[in-house]
């Protein structure tokens, strides 16, 4: 059963260094991890040596990171293996761009944009501008650069698999530029795309663009190593869909996904339990591999150690696929900031009992 978490590079040294993975990895062996995923796109750039980023962002790594210098997915692949870790590549950054990142500056006919022809959506009640922007999925060099970038990993290392999360998506603000209104005005016989973006219209038709992508970069995936796990992250369906043009159920029902991994990132234990319960999530388990993302905490939201213990057993009881914690630094440490509290050994052991497997 799968036991699996998050290997970050914001908030965590352990991928800094081969001393800090080696160690780190034999923790999580330890306590019966048997699954990590390391984060290898960020911020508009690869972590890992990339013939295809560099072509486009004009760097093969991310500039000024402990990275240079070194492959550190070779080097994870090589420490996990002896440990009979599965290794799966994590596309943490999807489709999301920091504005002022090369490829965002050097490509601006690639970022979709809002209404207002803005690169950054409008948030919150009041009105922050979301400090990403986002790679189109409707254009074709947008949906080469993925593919060919998921392909290369493929490829080059032997991975169990690639994993696509929640910013894998296409923010339902987003798409009014004018390639993807073009676009929409062709495949609806000149009509202009409505002006609320919360339409059912335009909900379908978006969504179906990102499903497109989604279908290039399986089939693509599966003609370079039949193999490969195609893994997905997403959060919960109506969010999901509706918010982010990610349908995820269809994904499921027209074979694009091998394995399911739901973020259900909830403090309290009824909103946890009650998303478990979905109609999609049990149709969804029934067809597939369906795990549950459970947060361990972040950086500047601790969470307590009998919550994630309650969270794992529920999980387990449930008989899903396993479990995956975001992230490996909150994993071991209770709190974070202001000051880092370590959750002690016997704490780990009780709460994942690597005796026992999840499910």
């Not at 209104?181 to 059912?200: K, R, T, V, Y």
Request: glycine share 6%.
């Amino acid at each position: 059963m799968l036991k699996a978490v998050w290997l970050t590079n914001i908030d965590s040294a352990v991928m800094n260094s081969r001393k800090d993975l080696a160690e780190g990895l034999q923790r999580l062996s330890e306590l019966g991890f048997n699954t990590i995923y390391p984060v290898v796109w960020q911020r508009g750039y690869t972590l890992y040596p990339s013939q295809v980023a560099q072509q486009l962002t004009g760097s093969a790594l991310l500039p000024n990171s402990p990275f240079v210098g070194r492959d550190v997915l070779a080097e994870i692949l090589e420490l996990a293996h002896p440990l009979k870790m599965r290794t799966i590549p994590w596309f943490e950054y999807g489709l999301m761009v920091p504005p002022k990142s090369t490829i965002a500056i050097n490509n601006r006919d690639l970022l979709t944009l809002d209404i207002n022809e803005n690169s950054q959506r409008i948030q919150g009640a009041n009105g922050e501008l979301d400090p990403n922007a986002w790679l189109n999925p409707c254009h074709y060099r947008v949906r080469k650069f993925m593919v060919d970038m998921i392909v290369e990993v493929v490829k080059k290392y032997p991975v169990a698999g690639i994993q696509l999360d929640d910013h894998f998506c296409f923010p339902q603000e987003m798409g009014y530029d004018k390639f993807s209104q073009q676009l929409f005005q062709q495949h609806n016989f000149g009509d202009m795309a409505p002006i609320e973006h919360d339409s059912e219209v335009w909900v379908e038709w978006g969504a179906a663009q990102l499903t497109e992508l989604l279908q290039q970069i399986v089939s693509a995936v599966k003609s370079a190593r039949r193999d490969c796990i195609v893994s997905i992250s997403p959060n919960p369906l109506t969010f999901s869909r509706n918010r982010y043009l990610a349908d995820w159920q269809k994904w499921q029902e027209l074979g694009l996904m091998d394995e399911l991994v739901l973020q259900v990132y909830r403090d309290r234990i009824d909103a946890f339990e009650l998303e478990l319960t979905k109609p999609e999530v049990q149709a969804a388990r029934l067809k597939i591999p369906t795990s549950i993302g459970i947060l361990a905490g972040l950086r500047t939201r601790p969470i307590p150690s009998p919550i994630l213990k309650e969270q794992v057993a529920i999980v387990s009881a449930g008989q899903f696929s396993g479990l995956a914690c975001f992230f490996y630094e909150t994993l071991f440490h209770e709190q974070l900031a202001p000051n880092p509290i370590s959750r002690t050994k016997s704490q780990l052991f009780d709460i994942f009992d690597p005796t026992s497997p999840v499910g």
